[in-house]
């Protein structure tokens, strides 16, 4: 879980930075900061419950805005090689946090019954 929560906090970083110094398009502006609000927020939030969908959202968005910002740069006939490294890291934050999530629910005897 740390390991999430420091990617989070990573990928919000890194897109605040370049919020702040202007290498953005102004029509990602909004979604960008959305991003950066839901990967902060979920980062410090406590493990007990809230932690895991906040972090499966997050990510999830990050991975619809960076995709939507990275198909737009090949259009324009450029490969972006950070949007394509943040669409894989939100892609990774996804996967992972959906493992959690069914080890969480099978630690907790609400997996899915075995066929046997």
Avoid: K, Y
């Avoid at 970083?13 to 900061?33: K, M, R, W």
């Avoid at 490969?79 to 969480?104: D, F, K, M, S, Y």
């Amino acid at each position: 879980m740390m390991l999430l929560r420091l990617a989070a906090v990573a990928i919000a970083a890194v897109t605040a930075v370049l919020l702040l110094i202007g290498d953005h398009p102004p029509e990602f502006v909004v979604a960008d900061l959305l991003v950066v609000v839901l990967l902060a927020v979920a980062s410090v939030l406590p493990g007990s419950g809230g932690a895991v969908p906040a972090l499966a959202v997050g990510f999830g968005a990050g991975l619809g805005v960076f995709t939507v910002a990275f198909v737009s740069a090949l259009d324009d006939g450029r490969l972006n090689w950070p949007l394509a490294a943040a669409v894989a890291g939100c892609l990774t934050g996804v996967g992972l946090i959906w493992r959690q999530h069914v080890e969480q629910r099978e630690s907790m005897g609400r997996g899915r019954p075995s066929s046997a």
